[in-house]
């Protein structure tokens, strides 16, 4: 595939930066967006029914083009409501006001999500409600499943999604939970300007801590597909055995350690899945989602963000007619007031808040053509934390006022 972003010279004295055209944006984040709701789509028949063992290729669903049209999944609508709190109180907008929103959400939770929302709601602020001391899911998968929003809307901007990270993904996770999130939207912005799969894993592990449980399991799997570059299975099983069965790699916080039938939302087991789709599809998008399918357990979310990320480096217009063809642009995702092309509005308008907020700049190229001029800079990752050693929160409660702000849920 073509590259179609123009990297600044980096000779002495020139200007380090990378640009896309705005339609070109438009076009990859569009595609994002798809991505996920493909594999959501297309895995969710199988979500949870394979536990500790791959799902057997006859019980794949067919692919239709209907089954674009995913209105009702939490693991989109999930993230719209943060995409809202951004466009209501803008990108600096405070850990507690994301908190506030995220109480006042009406759609139905489960594990992280809602043990950090039911903390909210009893007046425990965040980052106090993904806190190990009041949240028992503190690594599972659930930041990790709805931080697509965060790259999406930071083409070549990591930093943006480091922050994000920070800022939502504390509100249900903490330590490799918040991590997992992190690393999936570093490979979302990243996918705006490479097509490579290692390239877009190494931009994702810069944006979180080195030392952290969820970069070794990172590095892990990439070691495995080395050795195994030609089965899948054989790096499957690997990650089984280190992120499934070991105890030592999946300590009991929600999901603990198992085996064949042991049921697992842990983020580095789902993670893993995540990776191995990504690793032996090779760039083929119906091979990345039944891979990361096929591994089993959160079966549907893995392939949504392994086929999120690979969509994003294709784009819109060069995606085959079957994942598109059947798409309705209307119907308002459940829980939120985004039909798909609201969905892309919202997004284009707070990557251009993002562009401006991290030192770029929106320019017009000599046919009147929009381009994001972006600085090109590496990623701080946020504090090493581990939830089995967590630091202390204090009293991480809202005020009187905060809490008036909070509507108890019907």
Excluded at 57 to 76: A, C, H, K
Excluded at 243 to 261: A, M, N, T, V
Excluded at 277 to 291: C, K, N
Aim: net charge negative; glycine share 10%.
């Amino acid at each position: 595939m073509a590259l179609l972003i123009v990297v600044a010279a980096s000779t002495a004295g020139a200007e380090q930066v990378r640009r896309i055209a705005v339609d070109e944006y438009v076009d990859k984040m569009q595609a994002g967006w798809l991505g996920q709701m493909a594999g959501v789509g297309w895995g969710f028949p199988t979500e949870f029914q394979s536990l500790g063992k791959i799902v057997p290729e006859d019980d794949v669903p067919e692919w239709t083009p209907d089954t674009i049209n995913q209105f009702d999944q939490d693991d989109l609508y999930v993230e719209m409501t943060f995409l809202r709190t951004l466009e209501l109180h803008g990108l600096d907008c405070s850990i507690r006001q994301a908190g506030i929103d995220f109480a006042n959400s009406r759609y139905r939770l489960w594990h992280a999500n809602e043990a950090g929302r039911d903390n909210l709601r009893r007046g425990i602020a965040p980052p106090g409600s993904g806190h190990p001391r009041f949240n028992g899911h503190a690594d599972d998968i659930d930041y990790q499943i709805e931080a697509d929003y965060s790259g999406l809307i930071a083409p070549g901007m990591p930093q943006v999604v480091v922050d994000l990270g920070d800022k939502f993904g504390r509100l249900m996770n903490y330590g490799d939970g918040v991590y997992g999130g992190q690393f999936v939207g570093g490979m979302y912005a990243e996918a705006f300007f490479e097509t490579d799969v290692h390239r877009l894993i190494d931009a994702g592990l810069r944006c979180v801590p080195p030392q952290s449980g969820y970069a070794e399991m990172v590095r892990d799997v990439v070691a495995w597909h080395r050795q195994n570059p030609r089965d899948w299975q054989a790096t499957w099983r690997e990650v089984e055995a280190k992120y499934h069965s070991d105890p030592r790699h999946s300590r009991k916080l929600c999901s603990g350690h198992g085996g064949e039938g042991h049921f697992s939302i842990d983020v580095k087991l789902n993670g893993a899945y995540i990776l191995i789709g990504m690793l032996y599809g090779e760039g083929d998008l119906d091979q990345t989602m039944v891979i990361a399918m096929r591994c089993g357990q959160d079966s549907d979310c893995n392939p949504s963000n392994a086929g999120g990320i690979l969509f994003t480096t294709v784009g819109r217009k060069a995606l085959p007619e079957r994942f598109a063809s059947a798409l309705d642009t209307e119907t308002p995702f459940s829980h939120t007031a985004y039909s798909f092309d609201g969905l892309v509005e919202a997004s284009l308008a707070l990557a251009r808040q993002a562009v401006v907020a991290q030192g770029g700049r929106i320019e017009r190229d000599a046919q009147g053509d929009e381009q994001f001029v972006l600085p090109i800079t590496a990623p701080r990752p946020s504090k090493l934390v581990s939830s089995y050693s967590p630091e202390p929160i204090g009293h991480p409660y809202f005020t009187k006022e905060e809490m008036a702000q909070i509507s108890p849920a019907e």
